[in-house]
T-cell receptor, first 110, second 112 residues
Framework: DVKVTQSSRYLVKRTGEKVFLECVQDMDHENMFWYRQDPGLGLRLIYFSYDVKMKEKGDIPEGYSVSREKKERFSLILESASTNQTSMYLC?????????FGQGTRLTVV | QKEVEQDPGPLSVPEGAIVSLNCTYSNSAFQYFMWYRQYSRKGPELLMYTYSSGNKEDGRFTAQVDKSSKYISLFIRDSQPSDSATYLCAMSAPGGSYIPTFGRGTSLIVHP
């Protein structure tokens, strides 16, 4: 089975902190994605990567950056956390059209 | 207008009912249509996948795609309390990285 693992299930951070969310997949997928999920807004794409060191902005990249130094690992970085970044963050990797998701990280910024 | 529209619900039905979940879309380039199920505090998981128009059946679940109307459906027969979850439709176009576009999800509650 494909496994996508996010490093934390729950995080609480302070405003202004730099936050790292880590995601690892074990199936050698080329494409990896970061979404945030908010009630009433659904899944919104933040960034995606189609290869090592390659990244593309999604629909809501402001306030975020990403890093992909190795194929299996895709990191989401909140440069200076703000309260409006409180959300559920979901990482996914894709094989063709099928997306495999991690369990999600619920981030609260206080 | 969002590319993919989905009623967020909640949709509450009694056990054993037939459930119909729907999405409409505006991008005629979409060729791949997926349904994901997301239980509370979990990540979404793929439930059904359909290419282009037509029907696909898997046990109690049937996915339908009507490209002429830009309308897709997921039917659940003999619904069970364990089907209570959020159902997200997703679509993608060929080429590029097949980036899926998701609907907002419909919350389904099946009560005993």
């Amino acid at each position: 089975d494909v496994k996508v693992t996010q490093s934390s299930r729950y995080l609480v951070k302070r405003t202004g902190e730099k936050v790292f969310l880590e995601c690892v997949q074990d199936m050698d997928h080329e494409n990896m994605f970061w979404y945030r999920q908010d009630p009433g807004l659904g899944l919104r794409l933040i960034y995606f990567s189609y290869d090592v060191k390659m990244k593309e902005k999604g629909d809501i990249p402001e306030g975020y950056s990403v890093s992909r130094e190795k194929k299996e690992r895709f990191s989401l970085i909140l440069e200076s956390a703000s309260t409006n970044q409180t959300s559920m963050y979901l990482c996914a990797s894709t094989l063709g059209t099928e997306a495999f998701f991690g369990q999600g990280t619920r981030l609260t910024v206080v | 207008q969002k590319e993919v529209e989905q009623d967020p619900g909640p949709l509450s039905v009694p056990e054993g009912a037939i459930v119909s979940l729907n999405c409409t879309y505006s991008n005629s380039a979409f060729q791949y249509f997926m349904w994901y199920r997301q239980y509370s505090r979990k990540g979404p998981e793929l439930l059904m996948y359909t290419y282009s128009s037509g029907n696909k059946e898997d046990g109690r679940f049937t996915a339908q795609v009507d490209k002429s109307s830009k309308y897709i459906s997921l039917f659940i027969r003999d619904s069970q309390p364990s089907d209570s979850a959020t159902y997200l439709c997703a679509m993608s176009a060929p080429g590029g990285s097949y980036i899926p576009t998701f609907g907002r999800g419909t919350s389904l509650i099946v009560h005993p």
